[in-house]
């Protein structure tokens, strides 16, 4: 099925950096979300976009949905050891539809 | 808000068994629920979409019959893995939706291993 497209697969950074993670697809959407997870939990909502080009903050993250509805990004400021997990995009098209997800970014972070 | 639990979270069980794993939204009443097959390192896969009172509708290549969904309630959804067999072993997580909103929240998963 129709997927977003993630990369790179893995990301290692220094503590204290900032990263940023992008976020495409071939298809428009009206809502992206970023979720964030950690080995064996379910995933955490991070952020909610509705508008194209909505820059939305929540703490140290940022992400923006795309002028062309057809991307977003997330950025993460100041990284910490516990921003260690597995970012997944995530879009959708309406109220209660499915949604179609990214392979998802590992973020790996050095003390 | 919008907390989302799963039971139980781990399940170990023989091979012909049947199991059943039960997300309920508590702090919200869950227009959708979303069932969802997770296999190592990779991304969700949607299993099957439930609306409240209504018979669910399943991705192409999952078996309804194996694989039996009901949303009883707002609050409450079930999957049933019947007749589990090894392969049937994966991390099944739910997730349920509201309103005029499109988040979706999730449970926090159930390990399922199947001897």
């Known amino acids: 099925g129709q997927q977003l497209n993630q990369s790179p697969q893995s990301m290692f950074i220094q503590e204290g950096e900032d990263v940023s993670m992008n976020c495409t697809s071939s298809?428009?959407?009206?809502?992206w979300l970023w979720y964030k997870q950690d080995p064996g939990e379910g995933p955490v909502l991070l952020i909610a976009?509705?508008?194209?080009?909505e820059l939305t903050s929540n703490g140290r993250l940022t992400a923006q949905f795309g002028i062309t509805r057809k991307d977003s990004f997330l950025n993460i400021s100041a990284s910490i050891p516990s921003d260690v997990g597995i970012y997944f995009c995530?879009?959708?098209?309406?109220?209660?539809?499915?949604?179609?997800f990214g392979k998802g970014i590992t973020l790996s972070v050095r003390p | 808000g919008a907390v989302v639990s799963q039971h139980p979270s781990r399940v170990i069980c023989k091979s012909g068994t049947s199991v059943k794993i039960e997300c309920r939204s508590l702090d919200f009443q869950a227009t959708t629920m979303f069932w969802y097959r997770q296999f190592p390192k990779k991304s969700l896969m949607l299993m099957a979409t439930s609306n409240e009172g209504s018979k669910a509708t399943y991705e192409q290549g999952v078996e309804k019959d194996k694989f039996l969904i009901n949303h009883a309630s707002l609050t409450l959804s079930t999957l049933t893995v019947t007749s589990a067999h090894p392969e049937d072993s994966s991390f099944y997580i739910c997730?349920?939706?509201?309103?005029?909103?499109?988040?979706?929240?999730f449970g926090p998963g159930t390990r399922l291993t199947v001897l």
């Open positions: 976009l509705y508008k194209a080009g």
């Open positions: 995530a879009g959708t098209t309406g109220a209660n539809s499915k949604l179609t």
């Open positions: 997730s349920a939706s509201w309103g005029a909103y499109n988040e979706q929240f």
């Open positions: 298809s428009i959407f009206n809502t």
